[in-house]
């Protein structure tokens, strides 16, 4: 079974512009998550979707946005970029009920590097 | 203060060892535990997970949850060369807000 998968891997940008990366949660699983992993900082979340909704927001401003399309795949959208935006995003899945449900999986990043 | 204490390290065992990572926590809303193993550049993968207090083992992996001291252990037994990467313990509330508190990371080596 396919785990989380994200796209790009690698993505360079100047600061100023926007950045979109990309998400496909396991299959069967309807929220998805996004964390930020600036270096020295640890992961800090981001963003909450679940049925194409955002139902939870971290501490970041709303240049951080996303959503998630009828599929559940997601998307993260990064807009004026800034030299502190380089970090590796990670993107996450799980099913929404308690229980084991609330076990959460990573896929592997994408490094957003802003030049 | 940080919501969630994790020892940076590094940790340097040699192979064959008992290894103990251990978080202490302030926040006595968590309810769920989570240990994450997160090789260099990649992403975290899953390891334990655990529902308030108890011990849960896998293998060579054991995770002890002690709600009452706020302090939650990963045990890893007879350790390998293959196990040196960065351990994250991650928590959670009951609240539906379902965003993981995570600790800062143990880098763990482990010598041949």
């Known amino acids: 079974e396919a785990g989380v998968t994200q796209s790009p891997t690698h993505l360079i940008k100047t600061r100023g512009q926007q950045a979109t990366l990309r998400c496909s949660p396991i299959s069967g699983h309807t929220s998805v998550y996004w964390y930020q992993q600036a270096l020295g900082l640890g992961l800090q979340f981001l963003l909450w979707y679940d049925e194409g909704e955002e139902r939870n927001r971290g501490n970041f401003p709303p240049r951080f946005s996303g959503r998630q399309f009828p599929n559940y795949s997601s998307e993260l959208n990064v807009n004026a970029l800034e030299l502190e935006d380089s970090a590796l995003y990670l993107c996450a899945s799980s099913l929404v009920a308690g229980g084991s449900g609330n076990t959460i999986y990573f896929g592997e990043g994408s490094w957003l590097t802003v030049v | 203060q940080k919501e969630v204490e994790q020892d940076p390290g590094p940790l340097s065992v040699p192979e064959g060892a008992i290894v103990s990572l251990n978080c202490t926590y302030s926040n006595s809303a968590f309810q769920y535990f989570m240990w994450y193993r997160q090789y260099s550049r990649k992403g975290p993968e899953l390891l334990m997970y655990?529902?308030?207090?108890g011990n849960k083992e896998d293998g060579r992996f054991t995770a002890q949850v002690d709600k009452s001291s706020k302090y939650i252990s990963l045990f890893i037994r007879d350790s390998q060369p293959s196990d040196s990467a960065t351990y994250l313990c991650?928590?959670?509330?009951?609240?539906?807000?379902?965003?993981?508190?995570f600790g800062s990371g143990t880098r763990l080596q482990v010598q041949p």
């Open positions: 991650a928590m959670m509330m009951d609240t539906g807000r379902r965003a993981l508190t």
């Open positions: 655990t529902y308030s207090s």
